[in-house]
């Protein structure tokens, strides 16, 4: 999946979770609202319009719970949207504080609290429109709505219902602010925290990207020379200095050998890159493919010992591929310069995934390089351009939809897990097959 694509499911989730914590502060609305109704109604013997007032309620509740189904799944949430659901909540509390008092009612401060949820939610043009549109409201309380009748009597402090409706008013602000503000806030820092590792993730794949345009490019200049070395070693075989000399003969063997190898390099790389130099890729099995490409590894490195285990069992046909291959020589090309003495490979399957094993008596890796895992350059062997053995393992495996781990075991050594997922490499159709075997 693209950077892009990823992006954009980011702030598909951010903003369905957004407008949930809308939804959920609607029905805490919808509740105290009828707490507060009554209370005042009955409790403080304050005369309400009761029926106008639960009218108003009830198409609140009806509006949040349309909400409540359309925000069920993931959608995009627009900026639209959210102003739109804003204003329908600045258009109810209105409604109430209409039937209740207008401005001279202790709960008109509440528009402050729609006002700060759109600061922080909406584009700029929508915010001021917001709260252009709650000043209106407030006008508008101010000279059409009936006033309450409600003794002030500010030396009885919380004893004047007026006074204490401003202290509930002011509870409920700041314990909404508190609790809602700060949710929001932590949904945009994990939305802004997941977008930087996109970014990044970006930057190492064009990286990547450039990294191949000049191995492709330094292939492609390769090629000749290679070959021209080829020609001119074969030739060398068959003329009578080195023929007559086995010593020289056996020299010219190894050059051989080696040409061969740098071929073969250079055959992967085109290969990684798109541009197989007349060569097919063929069909094999997972088995089958990790013990020719553990063998061939085997026998150019030539490791003092190496153990090798397959533990995959119901072998799977698969395509071979040169990106695989790489990904496994480079873990193993590590392992060995770490452990030069011993180092082990296993092959297994794990439900649907296939898991590959590195494991080494060396050192271990440094606790720096254990947090920075599969970035570029993060190398413990001191040279110029090192580490990008495990960073190209580490971007294999995610285009694969996999993953690499590494550990430090407690008696010395490292452990580095390859985890593929069976579906990025087996051939569809027997895949297909299992699940048909599985249903039976």
């Known amino acids: 999946m693209s950077g892009a694509a990823q992006g954009g499911r980011l702030q598909v989730a951010t903003g369905v979770r957004n407008m949930q914590q809308l939804i959920q502060l609607r029905w805490i609305a919808v509740v105290g609202q009828v707490v507060t109704i009554l209370m005042v109604h009955y409790g403080l013997g304050i005369h309400l319009p009761l029926h106008q007032m639960l009218v108003v309620l009830a198409c609140l509740a009806a509006f949040n ?52 949820l759109g600061a922080m939610l909406l584009e700029t043009w929508s915010t001021w429109t917001l709260c252009g549109v709650a ?24 004893g004047s219902p007026y006074i204490l409706g401003l202290f509930i008013c002011f509870v409920l602000i700041a314990s909404l602010m508190v609790v809602f503000v700060a949710r929001i806030n932590r949904n945009i820092r994990r939305r802004d925290a997941r977008l930087a590792d996109l970014r990044q993730r970006a930057a190492e794949e064009e990286h990547i990207v450039r990294m191949g345009l000049l191995a492709s490019g330094a292939a492609h200049e390769l090629g000749t020379p290679l070959a021209t070395l080829s020609v001119i070693l074969g030739d060398w075989r068959r003329m009578a200095p080195f023929d007559s000399n086995p010593e020289l003969l056996g020299e010219v063997s190894e050059m051989q050998a080696q040409v061969q190898r740098c071929k073969s390099i250079v055959s992967g790389i085109l290969l990684s890159a798109g541009e197989a130099r007349g060569e097919s890729s063929e069909r094999t099995s997972v088995v089958e493919f990790v013990d020719e490409v553990v063998a061939d590894w085997r026998d150019s490195r030539q490791p003092r010992s190496f153990t090798y285990d397959n533990h995959f069992g119901h072998d799977l046909p698969i395509v071979s ?36 094993t590195c494991t080494d008596a060396g050192p271990g890796f440094a606790a720096p390089m254990l947090a920075q895992f599969g970035k570029p350059y993060q190398s413990s062997k001191g040279r110029a351009g090192g580490g990008l053995g495990l960073f ?35 051939l569809e159709e027997m895949l297909d097959e299992e699940e048909v075997d599985e249903i039976e």
């Not at 959210?82 to 528009?111: H, K, R």
């Not at 409600?150 to 402090?157: C, D, V, W």
């Not at 695989?324 to 649907?352: C, G, K, T, Y």
């Open 321 to 356: 591929d040169s990106a695989i291959q790489q990904m496994i020589h480079n873990v193993l090309d590590n392992a060995l310069e770490a452990s030069p003495h011993w180092l082990m490979f296993e092959l297994a399957r794990h439900a649907d995934e296939m898991v590959l």
């Open 65 to 116: 719970a349309a909400s409540q189904m359309r925000w069920h799944s993931p959608h995009m949430v627009t900026n639209g949207e959210l102003f739109l659901v804003l204003l329908v909540d600045v258009g109810m509390l209105t409604a109430q504080l209409y039937l209740s008092g207008g401005a001279s009612n202790p709960f008109v401060f509440l528009f402050l609290l729609q006002v700060v």
């Open 135 to 158: 000043m209106a409201c407030f006008v508008g309380l101010a000279l059409f709505a009936q006033p309450l009748v409600l003794p002030l009597a500010p030396e009885r402090g919380l």
């Open 392 to 426: 190209l393992v580490v971007n294999v495996a995610r285009t694969l939809g996999g993953r690499v781990e590494a550990r430090n075991k407690t008696e010395g050594g490292a452990i580095v897990t390859i985890t593929l997922p069976l579906a990025s490499v087996v």
